[in-house]
C-alpha cells in the first residue's frame, strides 16, 4: 500500500552565492552575534526592510 503523500510544512531554503572569505566574514559576525548564519541572514533582512518602512 502506497503513503499519501504529504504537504511540506519544513522552512523554505535560499542558496545564496558567496566568495569563501565572504562566507568567513559572514560566519564570524554570526558567532559574535551569538547567532548562526541563518538567523544572522533573517535578522539582517528584517532590520532593512524595518530600515526602509517595508515592515
Do not use: H, N, P, Y
Amino acid at each position: 500500500m502506497k503513503k499519501e503523500k504529504t504537504e511540506r510544512t519544513g522552512k523554505k531554503q535560499v542558496g545564496l552565492e558567496v566568495t569563501v572569505e565572504e562566507k568567513e566574514l559572514a560566519e564570524k559576525v554570526a558567532k559574535e552575534r551569538g547567532l548562526g548564519f541563518s538567523a544572522l541572514v533573517r535578522l539582517l533582512i528584517k532590520d532593512e526592510a524595518r530600515r526602509l518602512g517595508i515592515i
